[in-house]
């Protein structure tokens, strides 16, 4: 896919290659291939990125085991650390309610704000134009498969239900007037209506970095029949005025999983997602869920520079959990792997080189922006559910 957007800060134009991954061992095909005829495979998880002018842009997609869905239990969202922060951020706080007929497009809506909100990143919006070009899309897919072009979240004009070859087409072509543009699709080849679509998303690297970003508007569609699983999450902002909004404040970073919040488990299926982490870094199909943290706040914006010199995690004994770190653009330090990936811009995210027992952790994080105000939140505790 290809989108194109607009933010506060200026890199400079980067293009990054679209590459596409295989879904779990079982599957068959070329390392380009999205494996068996369409809605026969079980889990694949694709992620594609590239950035347009100065602005990130992504999309991607994500899946769970259509065998066994377990719905992540709804977070409770924290207090935002104090003090140590500014009163200068941008996010969203309150958002009309949403208007969704039916309980999956709400429960949907309502867990990715939920994390949004625990995790410092603002609330999305509903936007009925977002709805439209997303339940177009899973429409597209449903029909004709996800071996149309070159990647799922392209269409191919004279296919049944064509609304445009891009997500920022199909946005556009919506009446979505978008400053920034982004899609994942989750659960692709799920026939389970019930598949846990929105945290199998989250419960990645790249795609829960884009879900955690900058949109302030979204739009949710849904697969049927044999696609039920399936979800195309549309975010943006809008072209007047989006781009200065959801930016936290002075001292402050997006969290997640966030301080007192559950997740249903501990297992980050790492080889199902693409672009991979690096083989080299974690070499085994499985790791533990990610901790992914957000320093794009009003410090960054400005001009700063992120420096993490600890970024650990601890089991309840107080014994360290191994991982590995990886940093997007403009975040480096101590132990840091630089990771080029358009999606995790400003992000930094400790992976636990194992899946996580049940039980309570807690995450260490010493970082610094230059110029900037001194972060906030440098300890907070998550658990993992018992399963």
Known sequence: METAGKSGRQRGARQRKMRAGRGRARMRGPAHSFGPPPFRMQSLKLLFALTAASALVACGGGSGDASSPTPAPAPSPTPAPSPGVGSNGTLQ?????????????RDGFDQLNAVRLGAGAGLLAQST???????DHADYLTTNGYNTAS???YETAGYTGYTGVQPSDRMTNAGYSWGYAAEVIGDIGSS??????VGDLLDTVYHAAIMLGRAVDVGFGYGTGTAAGMCTIDMGSPLAGGSALQIPPSGAVVAYPFGGSTVAHGTFRVANE???VSTTLLPNATAGTPIVVGFRNQDVVAGGTVTITRFSLADA???T?????LGGAGVGGTNVNADSDAGLEDFGVFV????????SYTVTLQASISGGRALALSTWSFTVAAL
């Open 93 to 105: 706080t309150v958002v009309p309610a949403a208007v969704y007929a039916d309980a999956r497009h």
């Open 151 to 153: 990647s799922p979240h």
């Open 317 to 319: 004994s107080g014994a």
């Open 321 to 325: 959990v191994p991982g590995v770190i």
């Open 352 to 359: 636990p080189s194992s899946p996580l027992a049940a039980g």
């Open 192 to 197: 389970s209506a019930s598949s846990d679509c």
């Open 274 to 276: 693409s672009p991979r």
């Open 129 to 135: 134009a977002l709805d439209t070009s997303a339940q």
